[in-house]
């Protein structure tokens, strides 16, 4: 029959946030015991005290599963790679649009040392480009409508392991380091392997030391 203990230490591994947390000492025990008190109630079938919660969260030892999963993909990420002079674009969508996106792609081939990141939502486009795309862009996209136009972006992006898809809370890790060292994201833009952050300029040289002390 399962216990208070081992629901309790199932509820923290379940939760990379509150792992983390945990670990680090930040978590009143009181409060926390008070906020599982239902969630263990209702899984046990029967009533259970905030005491009871609360040693056994003194007592957890956090069974690493999780953790070691998620501090070993942090640990692979070795390759950063940083671009430059980027800038943002973001258009409504139209069918016009979605066909002009191929002239661009053609632009990009022909262009040496071009970078080009295209992100398709359901309501608009938002189109990363190096300045010197630019004015190809504007010519083929001068008659869409064009909602955002910033210049002076920089991107990091960072070469995740294959295991990574799998592996809860590695880009809130990713952020959470970011946004407690005052780095503004601009945007970001993800593929399977690849997580790719969007910068003002001026705070990439943050950013890059930040994201270098990962692992």
């Given at each position: 029959m399962i216990t208070v203990p081992q629901l309790v230490e199932e509820i923290i591994n379940s939760s990379p946030i509150l792992s983390e947390n945990f670990e680090e000492g930040l978590i009143n025990y009181s409060s926390l015991a008070r906020k599982l008190q239902p969630e263990i109630e209702e899984k046990l079938y029967k009533k259970v005290t905030v005491g009871s919660i609360?040693?056994?969260l003194k007592r957890l030892r956090i069974e690493a599963t999780g953790d070691n999963k998620l501090s070993m993909a942090l640990s692979k990420i070795t390759d950063l790679s940083l671009r430059s002079n980027l800038v943002a674009l973001t258009f409504g969508n139209s069918t016009s649009l979605f066909e002009n996106q191929s002239q661009l792609l053609t632009a990009a081939s022909k262009t040496p040392n071009s970078f080009l990141t295209i992100s398709n939502g359901i309501y608009e486009t938002s189109i990363f480009i190096s300045r010197n795309l630019l004015e190809q862009a504007d010519e083929i996209f001068k008659n869409e409508a064009n909602k955002l136009r910033v210049e002076?972006?920089?991107?990091i992006t960072l070469i995740l392991p294959n295991e990574a898809i799998n592996t809860p809370g590695i880009h809130y890790s990713v952020f959470k380091?970011?946004?407690?060292?005052?780095?503004?994201?601009?945007?970001?833009?993800?593929?399977?392997?690849?997580?790719?952050?969007?910068?003002?300029?001026?705070?990439?040289?943050?950013?890059?030391?930040?994201?270098?002390?990962?692992?």
């Open positions: 609360v040693m056994a002076g972006l920089s991107s380091k970011l946004f407690s060292s005052g780095v503004n994201v601009f945007d970001t833009v993800t593929s399977f392997t690849e997580l790719t952050i969007f910068l003002r300029s001026e705070e990439t040289g943050k950013a890059f030391g930040v994201l270098k002390k990962l692992a």
